[in-house]
């Protein structure tokens, strides 16, 4: 090799180190970057499904507690439906009282799979 062409090589050697050393640093921000972005949105994403999650709960709870203290389902004794033997004794009023409280609070919540009590006898 001459000194033209080693001189060629070395300034073109210099001329590439600093465009190569930035483009480095660069990639290394942008990851380091695209990194923190990440966690940060998925931290938000989690806290909005966690905050669906406890409106979600926290309706229930306010829904189960209405029912709770309803004077009907309050004051409930033996005289409901029980099918814990062969053949269930016929409807009572309190119970039909029931059974349409239960059905209009399913009707206003489609989302419930199910509406359903238990009484203290554990029937």
């Known amino acids: 090799m001459n000194i033209k062409q080693k ?8 001329a590439c180190l600093p465009i190569l050393v930035v483009a ?17 949105s998925s931290a938000r994403e989690i806290r909005q499904v966690d905050n669906a999650m406890q409106l979600f709960f926290d309706g229930i709870t306010q829904n189960v507690n209405y029912i709770a203290a309803h004077p009907l389902i309050a004051g409930a004794s033996d005289d409901f439906r029980n099918y814990m033997g062969a053949t269930p004794p ?10 349409e ?10 989302a419930y799979s199910y509406v359903s009590y238990g009484l203290i006898n554990g029937s």
């Open 90 to 99: 016929p409807q009572s009023e309190n119970d039909r009282q029931a059974t």
């Open 24 to 40: 480095a640093i660069v990639i290394v921000n942008l990851r380091d970057k695209a990194t923190s972005d990440f966690a940060d």
């Open 7 to 14: 001189l060629t090589w070395a300034f073109a050697v210099i």
């Open 101 to 110: 409280l239960f059905a209009s609070i399913a009707k206003a919540h489609p």
